[in-house]
């Protein structure tokens, strides 16, 4: 199986494992001819339709992993490069113990996941989208700021 490096035109396994400290064995990388103008019509449509075509790839077992790699909007003159899981959810600490109380879910617990979980790789997806585009227009706008100045 492979990892994906989604959306980062100028990743190479190299830079990822400089960044990530687990080896990366092999890259997966979606075209870029199909996502050219991706941000010149930026819509949630979009994010959602590359989300479900992640979740595919996950649920086919054509990739084990998916990290993103996106730039994270500080401020207007820093940005930070993020490497992210998105699949498989990794629970925050804490999170896995019980409470004590056991609920009772209608539908069942795997339908109720199975409707929410497509969700929240779409909304992902959409922050990650949404977070890169401020965080260019930033750095364009400090760029252009900068070149005024002198």
Request: glycine fraction near 4%.
């Amino acid at each position: 199986m492979n990892s994906l490096n989604l959306l980062c035109p100028v990743l190479d396994p190299q830079f990822l494992s400089n960044v990530y400290t687990q080896p990366v064995i092999s890259s997966y990388r979606i075209s870029q001819g199909i996502f050219d103008q991706l941000f010149q019509d930026l819509h949630f449509g979009v994010a959602a339709s590359i989300g479900e075509s992640l979740i595919d790839l996950y649920v086919r077992e054509e990739l084990d992993r998916i990290y993103l790699i996106y730039n994270e909007f500080k401020s207007a003159i820093q940005q930070n490069i993020i490497v992210e899981q998105l699949l498989p959810i990794i629970p925050e600490e804490g999170e896995g113990e019980s409470s004590g109380v056991d609920f009772i879910y209608e539908p069942d617990p795997l339908n109720v996941l199975s409707g929410v979980l497509p969700l929240y790789v779409n909304v992902q997806m959409w922050r990650v989208f949404l977070e890169s585009n401020a965080a260019e227009h930033a750095a364009r706008m400090t760029s252009m700021e900068n070149a005024t100045k002198n």
